[in-house]
């Protein structure tokens, strides 16, 4: 079945310490994102990318890196220098066309 | 001004009643408008989108679009306990047809009760 696979479900960071969130998808999307939602918030913009090895910043990318070496993948970085990541990430990839976008069922990430 | 702004709710309608949810949106140049639905811990998944003025009917959800006055809704008819999650606006703006962003409410939550 064609979709995106997010990994892990669960992480959880020690202060300080780097995290990379992993994406997946097998829909053949060009277009893919990085999404954070925190409790009673929408989702907010960390990272888009368009095509690969290509990729621009969100409405909060600070804290964040990504790399897009391949159309499948699109693993996000959680930086010591994000100072408040505790979030539900969400990544999605929208068709060509633009109409619905398809999301993973997320990674919930707290620092401990 | 948010850009796109829900009440958070939560709004609570007995079983088989319609459930009204708005949107407003702060960009004219708006393109296209998405309802997500999205159960506690789980991510969202689409409902409904609309582009043109007007309503777009599909079952029980109907979307309502002015572009004019810059908000779209949601009706629920006979709402169910299963209905009962965070539904989701989400805009796309101008400009936005190239890179596929999309611009996301607050979400407001529905609790429909038995």
């Known amino acids: 079945d064609g979709g995106i696979t997010q990994s892990p479900k669960y992480l959880f960071r020690k202060e300080g310490q780097n995290v990379t969130l992993s994406c997946e998808q097998n829909l053949n999307h060009d277009a893919m994102y990085w999404y954070r939602q925190d409790p009673g918030q929408g989702l907010r913009l960390i990272y888009y990318s368009q095509i690969v090895n290509d990729f621009q910043k969100g409405d909060i990318a600070e804290g964040y890196s990504v790399s897009r070496e391949k159309k499948e993948s699109f693993p996000l970085t959680v930086t010591s220098a994000q100072k408040n990541p505790t979030a539900f990430y969400l990544c999605?990839?929208?068709?060509?066309?633009?109409?619905?976008?398809?999301f993973g069922q997320g990674t919930r990430l707290t620092v401990v | 001004q948010k850009e796109v702004e829900q009440n958070s709710g939560p709004l609570s309608v007995p079983e088989g009643a319609i459930a009204s949810l708005n949107c407003t949106y702060s960009?004219?140049?708006?393109?296209?408008f998405f309802w997500y639905r999205q159960y506690s811990g789980k991510s969202p998944e689409l409902i409904m989108f609309i582009y043109s003025n007007g309503d777009k009917e599909d079952g029980r959800f109907t979307a309502q679009l002015n572009k004019a006055s810059q908000y779209v809704s949601l009706l629920i008819r006979d709402s169910q306990p299963s209905d009962s999650a965070t539904y989701l606006c989400a805009v796309s703006p101008q400009g936005s047809s190239n890179t596929g962003k999309l611009i996301f409410g607050q979400g407001t939550t529905l609790q429909v009760k038995p």
């Open positions: 999605a990839s929208r068709d060509p066309s633009h109409t619905e976008a398809f």
């Open positions: 960009d004219r140049g708006s393109q296209s």
